[in-house]
């Protein structure tokens, strides 16, 4: 079992900036990567960024590109995306998940991940 817990969501204006946290415990598996997503209300759940667990590899979606930042704290077990130059677009709820451990296709896909976090609030205002 991996527990997935999130923080750091919030209100902000338009041009700030936040950073959330994703923690997590039980079973790590090293080659299993994390990702970040995000959804609102009546659409797909969407990617956002991706990181393998060694940090090899990164990949960001087009739209938060330049603006979004995906790290790991291995001591801390902790998975961070700090977010700057906020958007109104940027507004959604943002979920952390593991990337299932086996063979890959699309680190995009929502169905490539099998443990995910909460899920925290973002909203930025104009």
């Known amino acids: 079992q991996v527990q997935l817990v999130e923080s750091g969501g919030g209100l902000v204006h338009a041009g700030g900036s936040l950073s959330l946290s994703c923690a997590a415990s039980g079973r790590t598996v090293s080659t299993a990567g994390m990702g970040w997503f995000r959804q609102v209300p009546g659409k797909e759940r969407e990617f956002v960024a991706y990181?393998?667990?060694?940090?090899?590899?990164?990949y960001y979606a087009d739209s938060v590109k330049g603006r979004f930042t995906i790290s790991r704290d291995n001591a801390k077990n902790t998975v961070y995306l700090q977010m700057n130059s906020l958007k109104p677009e940027d507004t959604a709820v943002y979920y952390c998940?593991?990337?299932?451990?086996?063979?890959?296709?699309?680190?995009?896909?929502?169905?490539?991940?099998?443990?995910w976090g909460q899920g925290t609030q973002v909203t930025v205002s104009s």
């Open positions: 998940a593991r990337r299932a451990p086996g063979s890959y296709t699309d680190y995009s896909s929502r169905f490539e991940y099998d443990y």
């Open positions: 990181r393998s667990w060694r940090g090899s590899t990164t």
